[in-house]
């Protein structure tokens, strides 16, 4: 399936590692002009090394979380590629796991300010640019089976990923007067770097949840990302589209009694 974007202009945040790194070459196997952004300049550098045999790539450093960083990042987008045709606002992190009755306020703060910051202030400076360029251009965020449903001792987590959603239907319905279109991808259990320290521990537990039984890849999220980063789904805008091998659609029998 041909998604037409041929040429088009694509940021993708937190996009030198895991789905992240696979938006980035899902789209640029579409014909996509990407962007690699992380906090990370070495690992922007590397990413894109490496993706640079699949098409035009260029990587710029910064902070989500940093406003003058996200008004750069797009303006420096703009400037190389003469336009903003798809955002791809991934970057995030785990955080520490910690009861919400103990967590400080700088954990919670680190984890919305990367997660719901971000996402706010990348969704608003590509806005910006498609608005100025008359563009009918594509936001998508990154939300979580985790705003579905909670985790132990990840509070913090769990309500930035809901927030996420919330944020993404109502860029869905401002942005709409422009044909900018907004999103929301949420992941199930990935096989990532972010996750390696978790997936170990909880495997068996985790992948019996889902009714695949097994782990997602991080490019089953990379071309997810990529379809609703294009005009391929034109009438699909302000939704949330599950991708976790049927974790929330599974609720599997209580172990039977010894």
Known sequence: MDLGLKDQVAIVTGGSRGI????????????????????RPASVEAAVKELSALGSVEGIAADVAVEADVVRLVAETVE?????DAMVANAGI?????????????QWDEMMNIHMRGSFLCGREAARAMRSAGRRGRI????????????????????????IQGLTRSMAVDFAQWGI???????????????????????EAVAGVGVLN?????????????FLASEACGFITGSTVVVDGGQLAYAPDPAPAS
Request: aromatic share 6%.
């Open 181 to 203: 279109r907004a999103n929301c991808v949420a992941p199930g259990w990935v096989r990532t770097d972010m996750t390696v320290d978790y997936i170990p521990a909880s495997c």
């Open 20 to 39: 992240g790194r696979a938006a980035a070459e899902a789209l640029l196997r579409e014909g996509a002009k990407v962007v690699v952004s992380s906090v």
């Open 80 to 84: 190389r590629f003469g336009g903003l």
């Open 94 to 106: 785990e955080g520490d796991l910690v009861n919400l009755a103990d967590m400080s306020v700088a």
């Open 140 to 163: 998508v965020t990154i939300g979580s089976v985790s705003a579905f449903v909670s985790e132990m001792s990840g509070g913090h987590y769990c309500a930035a990923k809901a927030g």
């Open 214 to 226: 097994r782990f997602g890849e991080p490019m089953e999220l990379g071309n997810a990302i990529a």
